[in-house]
């Protein structure tokens, strides 16, 4: 059945129209909430039957495929979408407080559930080009909602965002082109087994513009500037979904592209991907070292935690695999949340810069409460999602006896507790330098509610993943098996046979 | 043919990596428009070049005759071409008001949200 693979893309544009009509009234904020809760019942009955009965593949239009649009859902794709939904509901809630009626007047509502549509599309897509569609449908939401704010800082952001983003775009199509060029299909599936034919050399250059143009989206070393340039200039909403969702897009779409198509010369191109994942681990950390903003400290932190997932790709073992689909199901919850709570940090402290805040331990202990779940989580502390995730990656690299990148992750995971205590004493521990009390009692109780059940929502999510990481893992093996052996995908995609007929 | 749309495509990437290096929003966004269309002529060669052979179906027959040109390398640069005017519209727009609100658009005055750090007063 193909609807359940259009609900979760139909719900989310269908929510956008009708805000956007909305958009002058409070009826928009509550039309987002209902829309993403629809989305997430959508989502958890598209995951439900890939958990059940495997890959799930649609063709758009009845045209078979590799002629039309083939959108697919495997494990991974599922619990992208799962995990998206749950991201949307959370920030649609939180919006609800965060979200002036001047930026809902310009239809932030309506931008929002557009974003949340394009990176829906990228994970359930089975299309090359399609793909870059997805990518464009997100992308120009996502510099809507980066510039709505206006004001200077966001403005110079939003500049540099879109440039680099744009970069990255032309790239990629040029690669789309080039691998049509000397496979001439565009169907992923499709693409998987025609690459054999292919000169490897040819293959290996056009996995280089890939690995480039998705290196840009996923914020890798060398190519991570626009994040941190930006990522804290937005509504605070706004940078939460950014940060849980867009940059794992472009991991997404690596781990999609790295496993399924280009895995024709894995000593060079993955070679490569492991190099660039440690560099991206450790000058992000560096980078988060030296700010002393929350937010874009917060940021840094996107970019250095990227490389652990990109390192589990990188390692193409079937344990690295799975930590790397385990570290993106944790990375999203925990990072979208910690934006969040720095939203709220902001409004009853004043601001972001951890020299002008304090005293939020003292006066919002609960607060306080869930920024150490969050905190401890991203940094690895056992028993939180988080230290799963690094012990995951940790044992593949050692597993292959590569000891410098073990050495490199766990050294990095200790750089980010330095982090996070930064955040945790100036923020938390000690008191506000103008004496102002904190109180999250400052806000009314319909303010609170929005921002709160978010925030807890999401470290439940991390404690549970935590507290019960049987579940987790053994789902990630089944997920990151399907990865390394793609023949239910493309059975799914191209019929039983695998070929046409 | 496809040696001479070779060159003009690296003449066009050439210029606008150029543009897009020196600095100012504007030529930046005038050498996005040209590495876009190098990106769009590079899809439309690589799906081979056919010469005056339109892939039409003659009435009554199913399927076009063989050795027709390639159509759909031409839908696909459509479509990009497309997306990519509309992205251009916006990024014209932002540089705009980057214009009016940060009242410049020179790459290395545009700090506004990076600022450089303070530093110490002179001893």
């Known amino acids: 059945m193909s609807w359940v693979l259009v ?49 799930v593949a649609g063709q758009m239009g009845s045209w078979p495929a590799p002629f039309g649009i083939t959108l697919v ?18 920030v649609a809630i939180y919006a609800l407080a965060d979200i002036d009626e001047a930026a809902e007047k310009m239809g932030y509502h309506a931008l929002f559930n557009v974003l949340i549509a394009g990176v829906l599309g990228a994970f359930l897509t089975g299309d090359l080009f399609n793909l870059y569609v997805w990518f464009e449908v997100m992308l120009i939401a996502s510099f809507g909602l980066l510039v709505l704010k206006g004001g200077r800082e966001a403005i110079d952001g939003g500049i540099k965002y879109v440039a680099l983003n744009l970069v990255s775009t032309i790239l990629f199509l040029t690669g789309i082109g080039l691998l049509y060029g000397i496979t001439g299909t565009l169907n992923l599936a499709d693409l998987s087994g025609s690459v054999a034919a292919a000169d490897p050399g040819l293959l290996t250059i056009i996995a280089m513009a890939f690995m480039v143009a998705f290196g840009v989206k996923a914020a890798l070393f060398p190519l991570f500037f626009w994040l941190p340039a930006s990522y804290h200039t937005p509504h605070f909403a706004v940078s939460a979904v950014f940060a849980g969702l867009l940059t794992k897009v472009g991991v997404y779409a690596l781990i999609r592209m790295f496993t399924l198509v280009f895995d024709h010369d894995i000593g060079f191109t993955h070679q490569i991907l492991l190099w660039v994942a440690v560099l991206t681990m450790v000058v992000g950390v560096l980078g988060a070292a030296a700010q002393g903003d929350f937010r874009k400290i917060l940021s840094f932190h996107i970019v250095s935690q990227i490389g652990y997932m990109v390192l589990g790709l990188a390692l193409m073992t079937p344990l690295g695999l799975v930590g790397a689909v385990f570290y993106l199901i944790h990375h999203i919850v925990v990072k979208a949340n910690l934006f969040l709570i720095a939203g709220v940090t902001s409004r009853i402290a004043g601001s972001t810069a951890l020299k002008q805040i304090g005293g939020l331990y003292a006066f ?41 990148v073990a050495g490199a992750a766990l050294a990095v995971g200790l750089m980010t507790i330095y982090s996070m205590t930064k955040i945790w004493a100036a923020a938390f521990w000690s008191p506000h330098p103008d004496g102002i009390e904190p109180r999250l009692s400052h806000f009314s109780v319909a303010e609170r509610r929005a921002y709160l059940w978010p925030i807890a929502g999401l470290a439940a999510i991390t404690v549970a993943i935590g507290l019960a990481p049987d579940a987790f893992v053994t789902f990630s093996e089944r997920a990151a098996a399907q990865l390394l052996d793609p023949a239910d995908y493309i059975a799914a995609v191209l019929g039983a046979g695998g070929t046409l007929e | 043919m496809e040696a001479l749309l070779a060159i003009t495509i690296g003449a066009l990437v050439a210029a606008a990596v150029y543009l897009m290096l020196s600095g100012h929003m504007l030529r930046f966004i005038f050498g996005l428009v040209l590495i876009s269309n190098a990106a769009n002529l590079t899809i439309f060669t690589a799906g081979r070049m056919t010469e005056g052979a339109p892939p039409l179906i003659a009435p009554g027959a199913n399927a076009p005759p063989e050795g027709v040109a390639n159509a759909l390398p031409q839908a696909l640069v459509l479509t990009a071409i497309v997306i ?21 658009i020179e790459a290395d005055e545009m700090r506004a949200a990076e600022p450089f750090p303070e530093e110490p007063a002179p001893k």
């Open chain 1, 7 to 55: 609900l979760p893309l139909a719900i989310p544009f269908a929510t956008a129209i009708l805000a956007f009509f909305y958009r002058a009234s409070r009826a928009g904020r509550w039309i987002s909430v209902a829309g993403t809760a629809l989305l997430l019942a959508a989502s958890l009955l598209l995951f439900t039957q890939v958990f059940q009965a495997g890959v």
């Open chain 1, 73 to 90: 859902a495997d494990l991974l794709s599922a619990v992208m979408v799962l995990i998206t939904a749950i991201i949307a509901v959370a």
């Open chain 1, 364 to 404: 919002a202990p609960l607060l306080a409460f869930l920024f150490v779940i969050a905190a401890f989580s991203l940094a690895g502390f056992p028993p939180l999602s988080g230290f799963w995730a690094k012990f995951l990656i940790v044992k593949a690299a050692l597993e292959i006896e590569a000891w410098i």
């Open chain 2, 84 to 104: 990519g005017f509309g992205l251009f519209a916006f990024a014209v727009t932002l540089v705009w008001r980057a214009w009016g609100t940060l009242g410049t």
